[in-house]
């Protein structure tokens, strides 16, 4: 079997000249892409606290809880008070959340909704512990 050395001279022309397949993050900023999944927000204007998000998350990443701060009672005009919508917080734990997005496509009212923001690596495991109130 005879080897030929200049075989593969074609081959390395053609990889020289073609465009990188690899982008150059994170010296340049990456694109994302419509309907990318990334780091869960929630609106706490929109919670009924129904819980959807809390089952249906396959890591147990979310907890919705009632929050600290409710809004003050009314008094309608015959004196009797009128009920107010209670207020829910969420605790969004990102160390735990593999950015399925399932709970955002669970949620009624839209509360939870996918951001941009990838960018979440992070030496203190506590700052991955998100409050949304």
Same mark, same amino acid.
């Given at each position: 079997?005879?080897?030929?050395?200049?075989?593969?001279?074609?081959?390395?022309?053609?990889?020289?000249?073609?465009?990188?397949?690899?982008?150059?993050?994170?010296?340049?900023?990456?694109?994302?892409?419509?309907?990318?999944?990334?780091?869960?927000?929630?609106?706490?204007?929109? #919670? !009924?606290? /129904?819980?959807? =998000?809390?089952?249906? &998350? @396959?890591? +147990? $990443?979310?907890?919705?809880?009632?929050?600290?701060?409710?809004?003050?009672?009314?008094?309608?005009?015959?004196?009797?008070?009128?009920?107010?919508?209670?207020?829910?917080?969420?605790?969004?734990?990102?160390?735990? #959340? !593999?950015? /399925?997005?399932? =709970?955002?496509?669970? &949620? @009624?009212? +839209? $509360?939870?909704?996918?951001?941009?923001?990838?960018?979440?690596?992070?030496?203190?495991?506590?700052?991955?512990?998100?409050?949304?109130?």
């Amino acid at each position: 079997m005879k080897k030929k050395p200049l075989r593969l001279l074609p081959e390395a022309i053609k990889q020289l000249t073609q465009k990188p397949a690899t982008s150059k993050y994170p010296f340049e900023k990456a694109k994302v892409y419509p309907n990318f999944r990334a780091r869960i927000l929630f609106e706490s204007e929109k #919670c !009924i606290g /129904c819980k959807m =998000c809390m089952r249906v &998350c @396959p890591s +147990k $990443a979310i907890e919705i809880i009632i929050s600290d701060t409710q809004p003050a009672a009314q008094t309608g005009p015959d004196g009797n008070p009128i009920p107010q919508k209670k207020k829910f917080d969420c605790i969004m734990n990102l160390d735990r #959340c !593999i950015y /399925c997005a399932q =709970c955002v496509d669970i &949620c @009624p009212k +839209k $509360a939870l909704k996918s951001s941009e923001d990838f960018e979440l690596a992070q030496l203190d495991r506590t700052k991955l512990k998100l409050h949304y109130k």
